[in-house]
């Protein structure tokens, strides 16, 4: 329900909704999953923190309308892959998705978390039989986000 700029979300608190807000905390967001996307599962003390963004990535996920019937798409194809050759192959289907979405409302929010996704599966190397634990964070983000876009709510 929106209110002078603001969404009273089902949590009981209020969030700014102004354009240029949920920008700068979008651009935020990426910025910190990409340093940290392949290395979540060895995540400490700054566990928490990573909580925080994502449920804030969350947030913005659902404040523009990008359902969890969208992001299960994406994350079950990047639960399906058990190697980086595997996962690197799903770059050309991102892009689709980029694409296919291109006049639906959640289309910044598709891109936004596309090129967080896509930038952890560039760096994965394929060469690289121990990389084991950056597939497993890569995967562990995407649960995290799913949660708690689940959680959330508002898929009408």
Avoid: H, W
């Avoid at 892959?81 to 595997?86: D, F, L």
């Avoid at 121990?130 to 009408?156: H, Q, W």
């Amino acid at each position: 329900m929106y209110n002078n700029n603001r969404c009273y979300d089902n949590k009981k608190k209020y969030n700014d909704t102004k354009p240029e807000n949920r920008k700068q905390t979008n651009d935020n967001s990426e910025k910190y999953f990409r340093n940290i996307i392949l290395r979540v599962t060895s995540l400490t003390e700054e566990y928490d923190n990573y909580i925080d963004e994502c449920k804030k990535y969350a947030k913005y996920l659902r404040n523009e309308k990008l359902t969890t019937s969208q992001i299960r798409k994406i994350y079950s194809d990047i639960m399906n892959a058990e190697t980086a050759i595997e996962l690197k192959k799903l770059r050309p289907r991102l892009a689709y998705i980029i694409g296919k979405n291109e006049n639906n409302r959640a289309k910044y929010a598709i891109r936004s978390l596309i090129n967080i996704l896509d930038k952890g599966i560039e760096m994965l190397n394929v060469n690289d039989n121990d990389n084991k634990e950056e597939i497993k964070s890569l995967k562990e983000f995407m649960e995290t986000i799913v949660a708690y876009r689940k959680y959330y709510g508002d898929d009408k």
